[in-house]
């Protein structure tokens, strides 16, 4: 199985604030990294597909990069709505693997 | 608008089946270019990708998982259900459903979770 090592576990920052989110794949996944927000009580949102492309009715402050196994997803500019936990997910191979999460939480 | 909703009994006890439906709206479990997946989330933990069901039948498992679930879909209904045996407390779990979708990027493609449910919370408890 693929490995996906997420960092950080959680984060606290504030409105406004530059916030990322690194992802490392344990082999070569091509470009084929997903990001996830999840909030309580709500469904999962696609956020990033395919690395950096991002989801149709994402807000532009996601956006996603890479570096051969190393993923990045960036949050330009922290809104009190983006306080949720984000997951990073390969597609490249079954079976599918996630990352074990980055909490945002607000400073 | 493709919708998900999830369904399933709440809580079972150890050892038992369970079942849990996904019904699809706004969509078709026969199109070509979705799988439907199963995913789960255990209380404070992360997200373990289950099964998933194209729409020609045919299946994929977590090898995790492989010897205790089952994963089928009923097109009469628009629907596909996940079947889990022998269960246990490590079982309880978030359970979500997601269309599985190959979106084009340039001249290639990728797949992702594009549509999920709201998921349904199994607990297992005697």
């Known amino acids: 199985d693929i490995q996906l090592t997420q960092s950080p576990s959680s984060l606290s920052a504030s409105v406004g604030d530059r916030v990322t989110i690194t992802c490392r794949a344990s082999q070569s996944i091509s470009s084929h990294l997903s990001w996830y927000q999840l909030k309580p009580g709500k469904a999962p949102r696609l956020l990033i597909y395919a690395a950096s492309s991002l989801q149709s009715g994402v807000p532009s402050r996601f956006s996603g990069s890479e570096s051969g196994t190393d993923f990045t997803l960036t949050i330009s500019s922290l809104e009190p709505e983006d306080i949720a936990a984000y997951f990073c997910q390969q597609s490249h191979s079954t079976p599918r693997t996630f990352g074990q999460g980055t909490k945002v939480e607000l400073k | 608008q493709v919708q998900l909703q999830e369904s399933g009994p709440g809580l079972v006890k150890p050892s038992e089946t369970v079942s849990l439906t996904c019904g699809v709206s706004?969509?078709?479990?026969?199109?070509?270019?979705?799988?439907w997946s199963w995913i789960r989330q255990p209380p404070g933990k992360g997200l373990e990708w289950i099964a998933n069901i194209y729409y020609s039948g045919s299946t994929d498992y977590n090898p995790s998982l492989k010897s205790r679930v089952t994963i089928s879909q009923d097109t009469s209904k628009n629907q596909f259900s996940l079947k889990l045996t022998s269960v246990t407390a490590a079982d309880t779990a978030m359970y979500y459903c997601?269309?599985?979708?190959?979106?084009?990027?340039?001249?290639?493609?990728?797949?992702?979770?594009?549509?999920w449910g709201q998921g349904t919370m199994l607990t297992v408890s005697s």
């Open positions: 706004g969509g078709s479990v026969s199109s070509k270019t979705n799988y």
């Open positions: 997601a269309r599985d979708r190959v979106l084009p990027v340039g001249t290639t493609f990728s797949y992702a979770f594009d549509i």
